[in-house]
């Protein structure tokens, strides 16, 4: 790397023309030639000693670095290393701009700045010696360093095994934070892109003012769940057709509670003219159950209210405030029990969908679009985009989400596991029959009780962006500890029929981030603590629980 | 250059026709449960056979094969596992005008790659190489070749250039096989390169190209747009082809330029041999390389049957080592 990195900055001067025929004789070019054969601490190439010029320089650089790959691509084959190392390591790196900036007069003061990108892609080996130029750089040059987050295998250094220290030795700029910063001018950032790629492709950007104008709304843009419940009801159940939801409920009771008066609940929880508020009805049941109290007493007073909510009236109470929060999961699992595919539509569920990463945007976008033209239709060109192309769209891209980010090595699969259980927990956890948390993306932990395979999984899925750490945790309600705070990336959402949102945070125990993370946590075991988990949220509620207060805080 | 493969000498039997083929002197293959390997294994005449196990397929004891003489391989780095492989076969006193023969089938690719080199490198002039058709793959084009994790995209020893600063200008030539993590493996690694990539066609059976294509196309994103003039064919067979199609091509670029070159064969095995005879005779001290990216393991059977038997003949004195 010395040599690479000489030769870069000698190039760099020939181009800059400071070494072009007009100057070849002059003292500047001949002394800095000759400085540059000063660093070296010996002469391993007969021609260093007869250079004159940047050019010759050049060729002379270009053959050591040639003769030192020749040996090494060779060594597999002959198992025999033949090289001398004749410089010791920083001279060039540091030495060559030093010379340049103080015997060119046209970059006096200058700055040699470095730029190393795909850093991912080098050895841990290879980063500590990376870390010992960052570490020991002298003016006039500087580094920048580009990586994928999981990329940065090490801060160790060949100085003693000394470590940099972030905010020392140098500074970190992760871009997905600096996004995070700002939702509203990274939603703007967004659309600026998605226009001036629009632009490029001969699409008039600027008449329709807001990009939501190229994509259909769901069910033609009818507004309100409420509304769009009925809509999807009609279409796809007759009139005289039981819900699934009241036939869930009433196989349910007759299995599991079979003394009640099965036929009087379900007249309560009835609301014909308004299927989410009939889902919400039968939510308040099976809260009910679970908290061991009568349901048919409870959806009776519970029915006065829902119908005034039903009707429009104000209704300022609990009721009204659990029913605005759980409306969102409530539709989705009436779309669900429908056999319909969940919905994901418009600029801002893709731009929230994105995970603060501008480039799964495009992805998604790009999925859209294919999915759209494979259908017929002429996206971006006067006709919407439809809600299939989008649903099918934001699927594939969640597809390729999950395999791009998920690494190499053993550790990407066992990652890979984990997610899959940790989504398919969320979904489980969505569409049971009493969710706790409200459109749950995220869990929270003090990570104490994990085994070191299941910290190291779960670290690995934050450096490849498949779960997302939150930066603020929360601290616990009772002890007061900060807990880290952890949300599937979004991008993951549609994978696993999830809200793209990020609102309720469950609270895992560590046995259950164990059996999620820890791939020696086999199928049965995982599915094991997975059913217990779900006991609690599904009727018949195994271990009866007091229903706990609601917490919506972020 | 002008270079003509098509001088090179291939020779097809059919499944019913391997009591014609040839005799060597000694008969090396790599096990796996194919029904192809062991056939064309057990009908092969030659004063010695012998079978070398990859870890790649992790055999337990019990389950390696009966016949032939058996040598346990315990090392993945392809350069080692032929320096193993010889001095345990003594290959340094074999005289080096025998004839040696090679199934290619159950290999792994870098190490099918490396073969030629290595025995050039030891005075060898000449080299059979024999490659088996399958009637289909056992789940068609869902069949899972590689398995478990790809541990890491890297040169092939002995396939390393001497490269140059990258830029826009790079280019990788993709050998698209079923394996779309690997295409997409490799095609991270050299983010920033333009991509060709080579299809066999006509492919192994005439079903088979329509399914590579569609699992080459699940790694689209990595990949990025194909234009036409980006895609590649050669019969998935024929390794001179394909040798021939790399050259014709990197020579009709060489006139737009570019930087680095990187190759990445990732369809058969015949067609990985045919991107090794390319590099062996026209890129070795370029700067151009052979990356892989390296599963931990593969399947031990993927394909049902066997179609026909391939028999190359590889003059190792082509080669520029």
Redesign the interface.
Same mark, same amino acid.
């Given at each position: 790397m010395e040599i690479w990195l000489g030769r870069l900055v000698v190039d760099l001067i020939r181009e800059l023309g400071l070494g072009n025929a007009q100057l070849a004789n002059t003292t500047s070019s001949m002394d800095f030639v000759k400085g540059v054969r000063g660093l070296f601490d010996e002469e391993i190439e007969s021609s260093l000693s007869q250079l004159d010029t940047l050019d010759q320089l050049a060729v002379s650089l270009h053959n050591i670095q040639r003769q030192l790959d020749l040996s090494i691509n060779n060594v597999a084959l002959t198992r025999s290393l033949d090289v001398r190392i004749a410089v010791t390591p920083g001279r060039l790196v540091f030495g060559i701009p030093e010379l340049a900036t103080r015997t060119f007069p046209q970059i006096s003061g200058l700055t040699f700045a470095y730029l190393l990108d795909e850093f991912e892609n080098l050895s841990e080996d290879q980063q500590r010696y990376v870390n010992t130029l960052v570490r020991e750089k002298q003016l006039p040059t500087t580094f920048v360093i580009g990586s994928r987050q999981f990329g940065l295998r090490t801060q160790e250094t060949l100085s003693a095994g000394e470590e940099n220290k972030q905010g020392s030795e140098f500074d970190l700029v992760v871009l997905e934070d600096a996004y995070r910063t700002s939702d509203k001018y990274y939603h703007s950032f967004c659309e600026r892109i998605i226009r001036k790629r629009l632009d490029a492709a001969g699409v008039d950007v600027y008449r329709p003012e807001r990009l939501d104008a190229y994509f259909s709304k769901p069910l033609g843009g009818v507004s309100g769940l409420e509304e769009r419940a009925r809509i999807h009801v009609s279409e796809c159940l007759g009139d005289q057709d039981e819900r699934p939801w009241i036939i869930r409920l009433k196989d349910q009771l007759l299995q599991w509670s079979p003394g009640q008066d099965i036929g009087k609940i379900i007249e309560e929880v009835r609301f014909p003219s308004s299927p989410l508020h009939e889902k919400f009805a039968v939510l308040l049941v099976y809260r009910s159950w679970a908290d061991g109290n009568d349901p048919l007493r409870e959806a009776r007073q519970f029915r006065f209210r829902i119908e005034a909510l039903a009707n429009g009236a104000r209704v300022g109470d609990d009721l009204a405030t659990t029913y605005k929060h759980y409306r969102g999961d409530l539709y989705a699992q009436l779309v669900s029990q429908l056999r319909r595919p969940q919905e994901y539509h418009g600029i801002d569920d893709f731009v929230l969908m994105s995970g603060y990463l501008p480039r799964n945007l495009l992805v998604l976008l790009k999925q859209v679009t294919r999915w759209s033209l494979f259908l017929g239709e002429h996206p971006f060109r006067g006709e919407l985009i439809s809600s299939k192309a989008q649903t099918e769209g934001v699927r594939e891209a969640s597809n390729w989400f999950l395999s791009d980010s998920k690494g190499l090595g053993r550790i990407g699969e066992e990652t890979e596991l984990a997610v899959r259980r940790l989504g398919g927990l969320f979904r489980d956890m969505r569409f049971a029959d009493k969710p706790v948390e409200v459109s749950c993306s995220s869990f929270s932990t003090d990570r104490r009780g994990l085994t070191d395979r299941a910290i190291a999984v779960l670290d690995n899925a934050v450096s490849h962006s498949l779960i997302l750490k939150v930066p603020t945790g929360r601290r616990e309600r009772n002890t007061h500890v900060l807990q880290h705070k952890y949300q599937l990336n979004p991008m993951l959402a549609p994978l696993f029929d999830l809200s793209v949102a990020r609102r309720g945070t469950a609270n895992f125990t560590p046995e259950q981030l164990v059996a999620l993370f820890d791939p020696s946590v086999d199928a049965e075991h995982f599915i094991a603590e997975r059913t217990r988990l779900l006991a609690r949220l599904n009727a018949p509620f195994s271990t009866p629980t007091p229903q706990p207060a609601l917490d919506f805080s972020e | 250059m002008t270079m003509d493969y098509s001088l090179l000498r291939i020779d097809q039997y059919q499944a019913t026709e391997l009591e014609a083929l040839p005799e060597w002197d000694i008969f090396i293959s790599a096990y796996n449960e194919s029904q192809r390997v062991i056939t064309v294994f057990d009908s092969v005449r030659a004063q010695r056979k012998e079978w070398v196990i990859h870890p790649e397929y992790d055999f337990e004891d019990g389950e390696l094969p009966k016949t032939g003489v058996v040598r346990v391989l315990h090392t993945r780095?392809e350069?080692?596992f032929w320096?193993d492989y010889f001095s345990e076969a003594d290959f340094h006193n074999l005289p080096r005008d025998s004839r040696i023969c090679v199934d290619v089938t159950g290999f792994m690719r870098p190490h099918l790659m490396l073969l030629p080199?290595?025995l050039r490198?030891l005075g060898f002039a000449q080299l059979d190489i024999v490659y088996s058709d399958p009637r289909e793959y056992q789940s068609g084009e869902k069949t899972q070749f590689s398995k +478990?994790?790809?541990?890491?995209?890297r040169q092939i =020893? +002995?396939f !390393?250039?001497?490269?140059l600063?990258s830029g826009d200008e790079d280019l990788l030539v993709i050998g698209a096989g079923y394996d779309d993590?690997l295409i =997409? =493996?490799v095609s991270?690694?050299k =983010?920033a390169a333009r991509k060709l990539m080579m299809f066999g066609l006509p492919s192994l059976q005439p079903h088979m190209y329509e399914e590579n294509r569609l699992r080459a196309a699940r790694a689209e !994103?990595?990949v990025g747009p194909l234009p036409a003039r980006s895609l590649l064919f050669a019969p998935a067979n024929n390794p001179f082809a394909t040798a021939q199609e790399l050259h014709d091509k990197i020579q009709q670029l060489r006139s737009t330029g570019f930087t680095n070159l990187y190759f990445s064969p990732l369809g058969t095995k015949a067609q990985a041999l045919g991107f090794a005879l390319y590099y062996l005779c026209e890129c070795v +001290?370029s700067s151009a390389s052979v990356v892989f990216p390296f599963a931990?393991y593969y399947t031990r059977e993927t394909s049902i049957g066997l179609a026909r038997v391939w028999c190359y003949r590889v003059e190792l004195d082509w080669l520029n080592v």
């Open positions: - | 780095d350069a080692e320096h080199r290595m490198l +478990g994790a790809v541990t890491e995209v =020893r +002995g !390393e250039g001497t490269h600063p993590d =997409r =493996r991270e690694d =983010r !994103e990595a +001290g931990e």
